[in-house]
């Protein structure tokens, strides 16, 4: 039990996001280590205060300890799940997968309905929160391609992700046109939702059933030969991290161990030579919003590290703020200022560096701090394909 | 396996660590820094202690038992580390004052005085003697701050509490960087006419803006303002942390969070990368040299089992002061404990004594018969030592 | 000059249990006590309600009265007393001629017992060493020693009993060769009390020689230093001993969060010069292992030594000195109550107020087995749901201790002393031992104003140089690291000074 070596010396609490605007939350370290000592099977689960925890895992990335308050924390919150029924804005968000194809599938309505009163009056009584514009679904979302002409020595299959996959299928296609512009092959591999909204909403066994399957899939193309590659930090701490330590999905192992973030992945491409990539100039003065999970994955800032070697532009990176949003936990209503305090927080820091745009890997965080300080969002990949020259071709299919 | 190579690697991101990686960095190395966690620092005073032993920390250090790792760094690198700090938390916003040659004090939040010779600027104000009256303005709720106990040793001071409506240390800190909470506040402050010399607060005026937000308080209620340090979570050892780190990567050194290291890549007498188990998939970084400063207990860069101490990345020899029993001292405030003097044994270009390796340098708090708390020399010897680390590793590399 | 009955002298569970018997029966009395409630043997035992199986075989007495006993406070403790269960462990290597014994001797007694497969055990104990051969259950139980003294002293506040902790006897006052009372010293004040009364009863467990001869009497005893190692969490929700003649180190006890493992057993002269040993720590650890594994590995917060009062004996080992308790009449007014254990007191208690009732020649019989303990409902402890109240007010976050139970603690009590609140509310008894929530207690007795200004720099002093007693042997691993942040803290950003 890792909650053993704690020492109380508070510096999860020094990170926690959820604490320092919301009194009700106990901290990291409080509802965590301390409460674990308490728990007990003997006894209904009465914690309701653990639900507040956004899971950004600060807390973990921080413990010098080797403690991780947010797994503890998660265990308490799907304790606590079984025994108290979920809000339905729970069971929505667990469900998103499903939800967003349904979106994507009446895309255009789907889209006019949510920016309507109306559509605001469905949210409301949904429990769902508005105050930045829900994502517009995108009809022609990405689709499977199994296989890859295998002409070149480098393959990857890509985990793309439901934000990409929903919303922003256009980063997912220069993505594909950016690695194809590095002599690497690509397939997309029938993939499903990581799982982890559904493990952050109390359905565990939801969860579960995408990793398995998720877990064959991927398994099949590793055998194959290929890398598997991750643009979005969330997805990818939950292939990597959740996979193997809460939802003990045999072969995780085999998963975590040969997926990449793009980024990292790219940068192994440079630094083996493989590539060469001409950089042009890109006059930019960005703000890099560090997205917590990308923190917590342990491999650095590879997209910082990029582009750095693009003249022209500057990059400052802000690693010290959670956006709030966390995924689905700012848009349910219970949680709206806790995430609009933290999400402010991080926007006047992001102002002060006055830079005109914000980059981050995450697309909730850009959802929140875009919608937040009304400034532009750019994904990493967005940055690197305008300065190698990528634009999509007029083809929707990819 | 995915590797990427640099010159020097600094396993341990606390004031040793990333001064010594600044340092090299800022003259064109290629530097890396892992970390399994956040650093002591965030915990403290943020108070640069060199030596407490006497009123001229220079002559004390000169007073120090002669195997004392000071003893190994050139005064003139001394003075030269205490410059380059001073000049790179100016840079960052953090000013720090004070000068090599004379120890300064800091009230305590129990009313005693804390000895050092660098104060952030937000301590600056401090009393230096019993004289001054003070008014001390708390927080409602702050459960880590007690004006009481500066009453209790200063008869001519006085108390007021401001409601923030948020009651962690985080929490408070965070409200002062908005400027309409600042404004307010001010307002409360200018009404209760305080007729003290001087104002203290709790460390809990703001987090990256302090040093700005205790001047615009102190300006515009026209009486100086200072800062007493808390327990725990503790703001000015944040703002401490948060500015070396940024100022590492302002000088393009690569920062690795959730890095703890579980193995080593050694050929001869060198060590030529170190691994972390990165979520399963293995991860190695290649150095050319490596820069130990882990830290001592807290810090985890030593383990103490039942009978022995262990150094936990390259297993260098501990001197510990004997079997567990000498450990300790009968008298809690002996200021003498065995266990204060156990660490790493180093030579005059901090290598460690007794190990073969030709590429590794030791600085900060893992250095043996350090005796910080008695010898009051913490941050300083981490930024002395950390100096002559990174100039050996220079010589080393070039 | 206070003028009672009955003065009681010595608060640990024999004491206390004594002045709420007194009290149920209607006679004036008065408790005087040394330190804090349970500071001696009831304050450093494991908290173990014996099912009495531990006896069977070698003391059938005692354990007879043990069960009876358990039985008793399982009734009248309903809401205090933790009804863990416990396991008899029969590890590889174990006698089964014990096993035998054993199985016959509890149902000589009456023990319920039921033998269940290593499976099952396993099932019940996670952490049980799987290589166990079996296990029987008993109904051993557990409680916090301090609460249980507190309760029995609750029942004496709420009639009219008088109470006098950190009290210091120094003379028993005699006439014509009588006990007619006693003068004590109020520690904090130096104050002197005198307090008549008819009858004295010494019950001060390892002290009871001491005592007696104030009054020039003899209570002959053997005393036997206990040390205990405190776990930092349950690594069991059951009692666990082991199967075999009662030796070292052989039985662990969860208790509110966390486990008490032990036990050894070294003859001392002087129960106030004991300390425990590194080596008695290592014998404790690698015997607890045995039973659990991780015991080897777990995080230890605190080591400590009490000393049983055992009856005069000449057998050696003092594993095997009957724990049968004596009542002595010394013939002047004064009786001694010793031997005994905490499972026991209620009944060590009825027979001397019987004693004492028929020395006053009244006939009022003993009510404590069957009226529950005053004051169970006013109990925090474990698990969580106990410690959810005000959960955003937290002094301790160790043991979850909010500042309304503190302050309620010290406007009932009046105390001026740390000890006191931790003993009631278990503040500072978690894994970091009173580093962060002692400057915040004795912050909150700043601002009551019950301690003057200069008084709380010498208790935060006397705190810390007290808790670290109870800690240096358990420093290695994380709790030296936690250690060492919390001595940053006070010798660092606190600034404490050296004490001159």
């Known amino acids: ?398 | 396996m995915s590797v990427t190579e640099y010159d020097a690697i600094i396993l341990g991101a606390g004031v040793a660590g990333l001064t010594a990686g600044t340092f090299l960095a800022g003259r064109g190395f290629k530097v890396a820094l892992v970390t399994s966690g956040e650093p002591t620092a965030c915990l403290s005073t943020g108070c640069i202690d060199v030596c407490s032993r006497d009123s001229n920390p220079l002559t004390g250090i000169n007073g120090l038992p002669p195997a004392h790792p000071f003893h190994l760094v050139p005064e003139i690198t001394i003075m030269e580390s205490l410059n380059n700090f001073q000049a790179a938390m100016m840079d960052m916003g953090l000013p720090y004052t004070g000068v090599a040659d004379e120890n300064r004090v800091v009230l305590s939040a129990l009313g005693t005085f804390k000895t050092s010779c660098l104060v952030p600027s937000t301590m600056k104000a401090a009393p230096q003697d019993a004289k001054d009256s003070i008014h001390i303005i708390t927080f409602a709720g702050l459960k880590d701050f007690y004006p009481s106990y500066v009453i209790s040793r200063r008869k001519n001071t006085k108390f007021s509490v401001y409601d923030a409506g948020v009651v962690s240390t985080m929490g408070i800190a965070s409200l002062f960087e908005e400027k309409e909470f600042l404004e307010s506040f001010i307002a409360w402050l200018k009404d209760q006419n305080i007729n003290e010399d001087k104002i203290a607060f709790p460390a809990v005026l703001g987090l990256e803006s302090a040093a700005e937000i205790v001047q615009t308080i102190a300006t515009r209620v026209g009486k100086p303002v200072f800062e007493i340090p808390t327990i725990p979570p503790s703001m000015p050892g944040r703002r401490l942390f948060n500015a070396l780190k940024d100022y590492f990567r302002k000088k393009g050194g690569d920062i690795y969070w959730e890095w703890p290291v579980i193995g080593v890549e050694k050929s001869g007498k060198i060590i030529e990368a170190v691994m972390t188990a990165s979520k399963g998939r293995p991860s190695s970084l290649n150095g050319k040299a490596f820069i130990l400063a882990t830290g001592s207990f807290v810090g985890g860069g030593l383990t103490a089992g039942r009978d022995s101490i262990t150094e936990n990345i390259f297993n260098l020899p501990v001197l510990a002061p004997g079997p567990r029993e000498t450990w300790f001292e009968n008298d809690y405030f002996s200021f003498n404990h065995g266990i204060g003097r156990a660490g790493i044994k180093v030579d005059s270009s901090l290598r460690p004594e007794g190990s073969l390796w030709e590429n590794i340098f030791v600085c900060g708090g893992i250095l043996a018969d350090t005796e910080i708390l008695k010898n009051g020399c913490g941050h300083g010897l981490a930024l002395a030592t950390a100096h002559l680390a990174a100039k050996s590793c220079m010589e080393y590399i070039r | ?500």
């Open chain 3, 1 to 500: 000059m206070i003028k009672t009955d009955v003065i009681i002298i010595g608060g640990g569970a024999t004491g206390c249990g004594i002045a709420r018997d007194l009290a149920l029966r209607g006679i004036p009395h008065c408790l005087i006590e040394k330190g804090d409630f349970a500071a001696g043997a009831t304050g450093a035992c494991h908290g173990l309600l014996h099912s009495g199986g531990r006896y069977v075989v070698t003391d059938p007495i005692a354990a007879k009265e043990c069960y009876d006993e358990n039985l008793i406070l399982r009734r009248i403790g309903e809401k205090c007393v933790e009804q863990t269960g416990g396991l008899f462990v029969r590890l590889p290597g174990d006698s089964k001629r014990f096993r035998e014994l054993f199985l016959r001797g509890c149902e000589d007694v009456g023990i319920p017992t039921e033998v269940i497969s290593s499976t099952r055990a396993l099932d019940l104990v996670p952490n049980l060493n799987p290589e166990l051969e079996e296990a029987i259950k008993v109904p051993d139980c557990s409680i916090d020693p301090f609460r249980l003294c507190m309760l029995n002293i609750r029942t004496s506040q709420l009639r009219d009993g008088l109470i006098f902790t950190r009290h210091k006897v120094t003379e028993i006052v005699k006439s014509h060769g009588r006990c007619i009372g006693i003068k004590a010293t109020d520690q904090a004040t130096g104050e002197v009390r005198e307090i008549r009364g008819n009858i004295i009863v010494n019950a001060t467990g390892a002290w009871a020689n001491m005592i007696a001869s104030l009054a020039d009497c003899e209570v002959p005893m053997t005393l036997a230093k206990g040390s205990l190692v405190i776990t930092n969490h349950r690594l069991t929700n059951m009692v666990i001993n082991r199967l075999r003649p009662p030796s070292d180190g052989d039985i662990i006890v969860p208790n509110e969060a966390v486990c008490l493992a032990g036990t050894t057993s070294l003859a001392v002269e002087n129960p106030d010069k004991i300390g425990i040993e590194s080596t008695e720590v290592d014998t404790i650890i690698s015997e607890a292992g045995r039973m659990i594994p991780h015991f080897n590995h777990t995080r230890i917060i605190r080591a400590f030594s009490g000393v049983r009062p055992l009856l005069k004996s000449k057998k050696i080992d003092s594993h095997e000195i009957s724990r049968g308790f004596q009542i002595i009449d010394h013939g002047n007014g004064m009786y001694s109550i010793a031997g005994g254990k905490l499972t026991t007191f209620r009944l060590m208690a009825e027979k001397m107020v019987d004693t004492i009732m028929a020395a006053f020649k009244l006939k009022k019989a003993c009510e404590t087995a069957e009226i529950p303990l005053d004051g169970q409902e006013e109990l925090s402890g474990y698990p969580l749901s106990k410690r959810l109240a005000d959960m955003n007010n937290i002094v301790c976050e160790c043991e979850l201790v909010s500042r309304k139970e503190v302050e309620r603690i010290i406007q009932q009590t009046g105390t001026r002393n740390v000890g006191d609140i931790q003993h009631r509310t278990r503040l500072g008894m978690g894994p970091c031992q009173g580093g962060f929530c002692t400057f915040r207690a004795l912050g909150i007795m700043n601002d009551m104003s019950v301690v003057s200004p200069e008084q709380s720099m010498e208790m935060l002093r006397g705190f810390l140089q007290r808790r670290f007693r109870g800690i240096r042997y358990a420093l290695w691993g994380d709790q030296l690291r936690e250690e060492q942040l919390v001595e940053y803290i006070y010798l660092g950003i606190l600034a404490m000074e050296k004490p001159q």
């Open chain 1, 1 to 398: 039990m890792n909650f053993e070596h704690c020492i109380r010396c508070t510096i999860c609490v020094e990170n926690c996001p959820v604490m320092r605007v919301n009194p009700d939350f106990p901290g990291p370290k409080q509802a965590g280590p301390d409460a674990q000592r308490f728990r007990s099977d003997r006894e209904k689960a009465e914690d309701d205060w653990v639900l507040l925890c956004s899971q950004c895992k600060r807390c973990e990335m921080a413990c010098p300890c080797g403690v991780e308050p947010a797994q503890i924390i998660l265990k308490a919150q799907q304790r606590y799940g079984l025994e108290h029924p979920h809000s339905l804005a729970h069971v929505l968000f667990a469900n998103n997968y499903y939800l967003s194809m349904l979106g994507s599938f009446t895309a255009p309505i789907a889209n006019r309905i949510a920016a309507t009163k109306i559509g605001k009056k469905i949210f409301d009584a949904m429990s769902i929160a508005t105050y930045i514009p829900f994502p517009k679904f995108r009809f022609h979302k990405l689709s499977w391609k199994k296989r890859t002409p295998n002409r070149r020595s480098r393959k990857v299959a890509f985990f793309y992700g439901c934000f990409i996959n929903f919303y922003r299928p256009d980063i997912g296609r220069k993505i594909i046109q950016l690695l194809k512009s590095f002599n690497v092959d690509v397939v997309l591999p029938p993939q499903w939702c990581c799982g982890l909204p559904a493990l952050g909403n109390g359905n565990l066994q939801l969860a579960r059933s995408f990793a398995l399957k998720n877990t064959a899939s991927l398994s099949n193309y590793i055998d194959a030969g290929y890398d598997i590659l991750y643009s979005c930090t969330s997805c990818g701490l939950c292939l990597l991290h959740d996979y193997q330590d809460i939802m003990d999905i045999p072969k995780a192992k085999k998963i975590a161990e040969n997926t990449y973030n793009l980024h990292e992945y790219i940068l192994r491409l440079v630094d083996d030579n493989y590539i060469k990539p001409q950089f042009q100039e890109v006059p930019r003065k960005l703000a890099y919003h560090i997205p917590c999970h990308l923190r917590a994955l342990g491999i650095g800032y590879p997209a910082a590290k990029l582009m750095s070697m693009i003249p022209g532009l500057t990059c400052e990176i802000i690693d010290d703020n959670c956006c709030g949003l966390s995924g689905s936990y700012g848009f349910k209503k219970s949680n709206e200022s806790t995430a609009i305090s933290i999400g402010n927080r991080a926007v006047a820091r992001i102002k002060k560096t006055c830079a005109e745009t914000i980059v981050g890997d995450c697309g909730s965080c850009r959802m929140q701090l875009g919608g937040l300080s009304g400034l532009v969002t750019l994904d990493p990949a967005e940055v690197l394909s305008e300065s190698l020259g990528i634009t999509l071709t007029k083809k929707i299919k990819s």
